[in-house]
């Protein structure tokens, strides 16, 4: 390993390269494969260099077949190889289904538990700047509906190269979702977490009065909440889940047997969200000591529209967060007094981001 | 790649194997004992039988809903094969998987699907491996003349032509999908073999009513695919006796053209095979015949025996295993 300048800065995109990269290099079954891989902008930079540093059999570029690439990559993880796979969006993959439904998450379990299925798929979200009714769903939900199947949404650059890894060298399909928002978020290299076990989630915040469960982006956009409220002297557990199957349901009900109060926070759809799995969980678990009922903040039922003059009103922000708490606490509020949370870019990530997706 | 006495006649024992232990299937299956959907091979048994004779066991096969003849070919085990029907414990996937999900990796049967087109691509994965590790070995992919209907087939075909992987597409057309016709499906002047051939694979059709020169075309085409040419893509004319799903005749339900059954019996590929047998003028053909006819007797009826004997998974099995562990 390299020894790290003590201030040396880096940021998410280049930590996934990174951790692809050494992956690469200390595990000769391990490929990556997908379209884009070796192009110029290799995967938003996530890719790039590692074809021309590994070679043609080690970084594969494919047609644009999603559900073919999918199964051709079950049959080389049964084959003794590790493939891992990238699609820019996550709506493409939907193509998928099938490889990933019938064969990936099944293979171990119908064939007698005997082959295993070590196959990542990166998945990236994107969010903003106009992406759409096609180009930004959240629909981590649906892979959690699959047995077999494990699903990472890392929010922090802190943690995505150990969770990444750790989804890489498991036995299981792991699909691992990125949210085109993290890509940019800077980090000191001293700060990077070295290993995270699937399935532990991370008391990010912690304060009595309630808790905040959420994942991916969505925690980013929970901990700017959870500064704010700081200042009005409410205290939250906010719990980044990391991985939402499996999830660690022993963090959050241990959390809300505390503050008695809970909020989950979803990218997703409402209806049949991993939210509302959540909230039903803890019900069962906590309802007894429950000082409000549980709260879910996620995406309307509506495809997202593209227009940037109207985005603001479809994505879950801090203010959003913030004032779901408020209500749920019963706390009495002017809405002119939540205006510093007002994002007044809400299509960008910051104000380098000038697209084009 | 001429065929021998001794090859022909593995073929031939190949082929009538497959189709006792699917008749013996047929005979067991309204007992009420095998509880799963079985798409039985009989009449379709011939391809299966050749390919076990030019196939190697480090060769991969990847099949379908009607896999018990490929299963078989490759050198599956029968034991194991039967039980996974019966759902117990002792079946090839303990009891998870019934006969649309047949595996045995010790003889490189790496699987089959249920769905139409599904284990494509999952073969043509495995070629990739072959290729990467480059150790020779080819991927047989069983397919029926449905899965051309779907895009994955294009998108699988198109990746192994593009890598040049050691693939054989083995398609079976048996001109039905359930019980529609191939000419509501496909048109009828466009060959598969060809519109294969037109994604860039090396292709023929094969004759099913000369197995001795389906071994020698086959023959050619696999060592081509393992000599790195590219994928092949062979289709077979073949019918089916039964119904599509389950151990009867259903000739009477009429989505057969009159006299299409009937025809595909008296063209029965097995029966030519052993006209076949006779020319090479063996003088001890018939006495071998009789020791084979008389030993599968037995291996079949011991391999029911035992299975009806062997135990279901216990719940515990069945709960365990849905993750596999590091």
């Known amino acids: 390993m390299q020894r790290i300048k003590e201030d040396a800065q880096s940021n998410f995109a280049d930590e996934v390269r990174n951790t692809l990269e050494n992956i690469l290099e200390v595990d000769s079954k391990s490929l990556i494969m997908g379209l884009g891989v070796t192009d110029p902008k290799g995967v938003f930079g996530t890719t790039l260099g590692l074809f021309e540093e590994f070679g043609p059999k080690r970084v594969i570029e494919t047609p644009t077949s999603e559900n073919a690439m999918t199964g051709i990559g079950v049959g080389l993880a049964i084959s003794g190889f590790r493939p891992i796979m990238v699609h820019q969006r996550m709506d493409f993959f939907l193509l998928a289904m099938d490889q990933l439904v019938n064969s990936a998450a099944k293979w171990h379990y119908m064939f007698g538990a005997k082959t295993s299925v070590p196959l990542t798929i990166r998945l990236i979200t994107g969010r903003g700047w106009g992406q759409g009714p096609t180009h930004s769903q959240n629909l981590h939900a649906w892979f959690t509906h699959i047995p077999g199947l494990k699903v990472v949404m890392p929010a922090f650059a802190t943690e995505v190269g150990a969770l990444l890894r750790e989804s890489i060298n498991d036995p299981n399909p792991v699909i691992f979702i990125e949210d085109r928002w993290t890509h940019g978020q800077q980090f000191n290299l001293n700060d990077r977490v070295d290993k995270i076990e699937l399935g532990t989630a991370n008391l990010v915040k912690s304060g009595k009065d309630i808790t905040i469960v959420s994942s991916g982006y969505m925690t980013i956009e929970s901990l700017k909440a959870v500064k704010y409220l700081k200042k009005l002297n409410i205290g939250v557990d906010l719990i980044d889940l990391r991985t939402i199957k499996p999830y660690d349901k022993n963090m959050v009900i241990d959390s809300v047997n505390k503050t008695k109060n809970l909020i989950v926070v979803d990218s997703g759809f409402s209806t049949g969200s991993f939210g509302n799995q959540v909230l039903s969980d803890i019900t069962q678990s906590c309802f007894p000591i429950l000082a409000s009922p549980p709260r879910l903040l996620a995406a309307q039922d509506i495809p997202e529209p593209t227009s940037h003059g109207v985005i603001g009103s479809f994505k879950i922000g801090a203010i959003n967060i913030v004032e779901n708490v408020l209500l749920q606490l019963k706390i009495e509020y002017n809405s002119d007094s939540l205006s510093e949370l007002v994002d007044t870019s809400p299509d960008i990530p910051n104000k380098n981001f000038t697209g084009p997706f | ?326």
């Open chain 2, 1 to 326: 790649m001429k065929c021998s006495f001794d090859t022909a006649f593995n073929i031939y024992k190949n082929a009538f194997r497959i189709r006792a232990i699917e008749e013996r299937i047929a005979l067991e299956y309204p007992k009420g004992e095998i509880r799963c959907p079985v798409h039985l091979s009989v009449g379709q048994e011939m391809l299966s039988a050749v390919y076990s004779q030019i196939q190697i066991v480090s060769d991969t096969a990847i099949s379908t809903h009607r896999s018990h003849a490929h299963y078989l070919g490759k050198g599956g085990d029968l034991y194991r094969m039967i039980a996974e029907i019966y759902g117990k414990v002792t079946g090839c996937c303990r009891g998870r998987g019934g006969s649309m999900h047949l595996v045995d990796t010790l003889c490189g049967f790496l699987g089959s699907s249920a769905i139409v087109g599904n284990s494509i691509p999952v073969g043509v994965g495995a070629a990739f491996a072959h290729k990467l590790n480059q150790n020779g070995n080819v991927t047989f992919i069983f397919l029926g003349d449905a899965a051309i209907e779907e895009g994955v087939f294009y998108e699988a075909a198109n990746f192994a032509v593009v890598h040049k992987l050691p693939v054989v597409f083995m398609c079976e057309n048996n001109l039905y999908s359930v019980y529609t016709n191939l000419q509501f499906r496909q048109p009828l002047e466009r060959k598969i073999v060809e519109l294969a051939i037109s994604i860039g694979t090396l292709g023929k059709e094969l004759d099913y009513k000369d197995p001795i020169q389906m071994y020698t075309d086959l023959s050619i085409l696999v060592k081509e695919a393992r000599s790195g040419k590219g994928p092949v893509f062979i289709e077979v004319p073949t019918y089916r006796w039964l119904e599509h799903c389950g151990p009867f005749d259903d000739d009477a339900l009429g989505y057969r053209p009159s006299g299409e059954l009937d025809n595909a019996k008296q063209n029965d590929p097995i029966r030519i095979l052993l006209e076949q047998l006779n020319d090479f003028n063996m003088d001890n053909l018939n006495s071998e015949l009789e020791k084979f006819y008389s030993n599968l007797k037995i291996e079949i009826e011991e391999v029911f025996v035992k299975v009806k004997k062997d135990a279901f998974p216990d719940l515990s099995e069945v709960m365990s295993g849905v993750y596999a562990e590091n």
